[in-house]
Protein backbone atom coordinates (compact mmCIF):
# COMPACT_ATOMS: atom_id res chain seq x y z
CA UNK A 1 0.00 0.00 0.00
CA UNK A 2 1.32 3.55 -1.25
CA UNK A 3 2.09 5.81 1.64
CA UNK A 4 2.15 9.56 1.28
CA UNK A 5 4.86 12.23 3.14
CA UNK A 6 4.68 15.87 2.87
CA UNK A 7 7.03 18.02 3.48
CA UNK A 8 8.76 21.44 2.68
CA UNK A 9 6.50 23.53 4.58
CA UNK A 10 7.07 26.43 6.69
CA UNK A 11 7.17 30.12 8.01
CA UNK A 12 7.95 32.60 4.88
CA UNK A 13 8.02 35.72 4.29
CA UNK A 14 5.14 37.54 1.36
CA UNK A 15 6.91 37.69 -2.17
CA UNK A 16 9.40 34.49 -1.23
CA UNK A 17 9.14 30.97 -2.28
CA UNK A 18 8.47 27.26 -1.20
CA UNK A 19 8.61 24.06 -2.75
CA UNK A 20 6.52 20.94 -1.46
CA UNK A 21 7.58 17.34 -1.77
CA UNK A 22 5.36 14.15 -1.91
CA UNK A 23 7.31 11.44 -1.08
CA UNK A 24 5.55 8.20 -2.07
CA UNK A 25 6.58 5.08 0.80
CA UNK A 26 5.76 1.04 0.19
CA UNK A 27 5.33 1.47 -3.55
CA UNK A 28 6.02 3.79 -6.34
CA UNK A 29 3.56 6.62 -8.10
CA UNK A 30 4.02 5.23 -11.31
CA UNK A 31 0.43 3.98 -11.34
CA UNK A 32 -0.97 7.56 -10.66
CA UNK A 33 -2.15 11.04 -11.14
CA UNK A 34 -1.58 12.87 -8.34
CA UNK A 35 -2.61 16.43 -7.08
CA UNK A 36 -1.97 18.87 -4.29
CA UNK A 37 -5.10 20.28 -2.14
CA UNK A 38 -4.44 22.73 0.42
CA UNK A 39 -7.50 24.22 3.60
CA UNK A 40 -7.36 27.12 5.42
CA UNK A 41 -8.97 27.17 8.83
CA UNK A 42 -12.75 27.62 8.35
CA UNK A 43 -12.53 26.77 4.91
CA UNK A 44 -13.04 23.45 2.38
CA UNK A 45 -10.25 21.91 1.10
CA UNK A 46 -9.75 23.12 -2.23
CA UNK A 47 -7.98 21.42 -5.33
CA UNK A 48 -4.66 23.08 -6.26
CA UNK A 49 -3.04 21.20 -9.24
CA UNK A 50 -2.54 17.91 -10.28
CA UNK A 51 0.11 15.85 -12.80
CA UNK A 52 -0.38 13.05 -14.82
CA UNK A 53 1.27 9.85 -14.43
CA UNK A 54 3.77 10.37 -17.07
CA UNK A 55 4.32 14.33 -16.44
CA UNK A 56 3.20 15.24 -19.75
CA UNK A 57 -0.15 16.54 -18.50
CA UNK A 58 -0.95 19.30 -15.49
CA UNK A 59 -4.01 21.02 -14.26
CA UNK A 60 -4.11 24.15 -12.38
CA UNK A 61 -6.70 26.16 -10.28
CA UNK A 62 -7.01 29.05 -12.70
CA UNK A 63 -6.65 31.82 -10.04
CA UNK A 64 -3.29 30.31 -8.82
CA UNK A 65 -1.76 29.11 -12.78
CA UNK A 66 1.18 31.02 -13.01
CA UNK A 67 2.57 31.34 -9.15
CA UNK A 68 2.16 27.41 -8.97
CA UNK A 69 4.30 24.91 -10.35
CA UNK A 70 3.93 21.21 -10.16
CA UNK A 71 6.19 18.26 -11.45
CA UNK A 72 7.48 14.97 -10.56
CA UNK A 73 10.61 12.87 -10.56
CA UNK A 74 9.83 9.04 -11.07
CA UNK A 75 13.54 8.20 -9.88
CA UNK A 76 13.33 9.65 -6.40
CA UNK A 77 9.31 8.66 -6.78
CA UNK A 78 8.18 12.52 -5.12
CA UNK A 79 5.66 15.00 -6.89
CA UNK A 80 6.68 18.71 -6.13
CA UNK A 81 4.68 21.63 -5.96
CA UNK A 82 6.99 25.07 -6.42
CA UNK A 83 5.03 28.00 -5.21
CA UNK A 84 6.40 31.85 -6.02
CA UNK A 85 5.39 35.52 -4.91
CA UNK A 86 3.69 33.94 -2.17
CA UNK A 87 1.22 36.27 -0.62
CA UNK A 88 -0.29 35.48 3.38
CA UNK A 89 -3.79 34.16 1.90
CA UNK A 90 -1.75 31.32 0.69
CA UNK A 91 -1.26 30.47 4.16
CA UNK A 92 -2.92 26.85 5.00
CA UNK A 93 -2.18 23.16 5.42
CA UNK A 94 -1.17 21.60 1.80
CA UNK A 95 -2.00 18.00 1.26
CA UNK A 96 -0.98 15.65 -2.09
CA UNK A 97 -3.21 12.82 -3.46
CA UNK A 98 -2.92 10.24 -5.63
CA UNK A 99 -5.65 9.46 -8.09
CA UNK A 100 -6.72 7.66 -11.18
CA UNK A 101 -6.12 10.53 -13.72
CA UNK A 102 -6.24 14.50 -13.52
CA UNK A 103 -10.48 14.98 -13.87
CA UNK A 104 -10.93 12.79 -10.59
CA UNK A 105 -8.13 14.38 -8.76
CA UNK A 106 -10.63 17.58 -9.29
CA UNK A 107 -13.10 15.94 -8.42
CA UNK A 108 -11.00 14.80 -4.87
CA UNK A 109 -12.19 11.15 -6.27
CA UNK A 110 -8.22 10.13 -4.92
CA UNK A 111 -7.20 7.45 -3.63
CA UNK A 112 -4.53 8.09 -1.55
CA UNK A 113 -3.99 11.05 0.74
CA UNK A 114 -0.82 12.56 2.95
CA UNK A 115 -1.14 13.89 5.98
CA UNK A 116 -0.42 17.26 4.51
CA UNK A 117 2.36 19.83 5.11
CA UNK A 118 1.64 23.78 7.40
CA UNK A 119 2.83 26.54 4.70
CA UNK A 120 2.32 29.84 6.87
CA UNK A 121 2.94 33.25 4.75
CA UNK A 122 3.41 36.23 7.16
CA UNK A 123 2.62 39.99 5.64
Known amino acids: QVQLVESGGGLVQAGGSLTLSCAAS????????VGWFRQAPGKEREFVAA????????DYEDSLKGRFTISRDGAKNTVYLQINSLKPEDTAVYYC????????????????WGQGTQVTVSS
Open 97 to 112: AGGPDLARLRLRLSTY
Open 26 to 33: GGTFSSYA
Open 51 to 58: ISRSGGST
